[in-house]
């Protein structure tokens, strides 16, 4: 998926990884999070469903939200994500709250 990524434009912002390391282990600890790690899941679990929901109790950061993207426009499903501010409804690279993270 990282690479499908990639091809399609996707450059992690390594902004949002705020451990005192270098570049490439700031890039490592993005893939970390646990909305990037939920959605893969349920891309890998997929079984004809059209949409992928999830949870979480804390703000989306603006390396996932544009991460999440990629991996809606990819796949080819909607991806649903409510933080503690607001449902995100990501479809074919898009969000419904206008990057407005």
């Given at each position: 998926m990282g690479e499908k990524m990639r091809l399609a434009g996707y450059v992690p912002n390594t902004d949002f990884a705020l451990q005192d390391v270098d570049?490439?282990?700031k890039v490592g600890t993005l893939c970390?999070?646990?909305?990037k790690l939920a959605v893969g899941f349920a891309?890998?679990?997929l079984n004809g469903?059209?949409?992928i929901r999830v949870f979480k109790n804390l703000r989306i950061c603006?390396?996932?939200h544009n991460a999440i993207k990629y991996m809606a426009k990819i796949v080819?499903?909607?991806i649903i994500v409510r933080?503690?501010?607001r449902f995100h409804h990501f479809d074919d690279g898009d969000?419904?709250?206008?990057d407005f993270w």
């Amino acid at each position: 998926m990282g690479e499908k990524m990639r091809l399609a434009g996707y450059v992690p912002n390594t902004d949002f990884a705020l451990q005192d390391v270098d570049q490439e282990e700031k890039v490592g600890t993005l893939c970390n999070h646990s909305e990037k790690l939920a959605v893969g899941f349920a891309i890998l679990n997929l079984n004809g469903k059209s949409t992928i929901r999830v949870f979480k109790n804390l703000r989306i950061c603006g390396d996932c939200h544009n991460a999440i993207k990629y991996m809606a426009k990819i796949v080819g499903v909607k991806i649903i994500v409510r933080d503690s501010l607001r449902f995100h409804h990501f479809d074919d690279g898009d969000c419904s709250c206008g990057d407005f993270w």
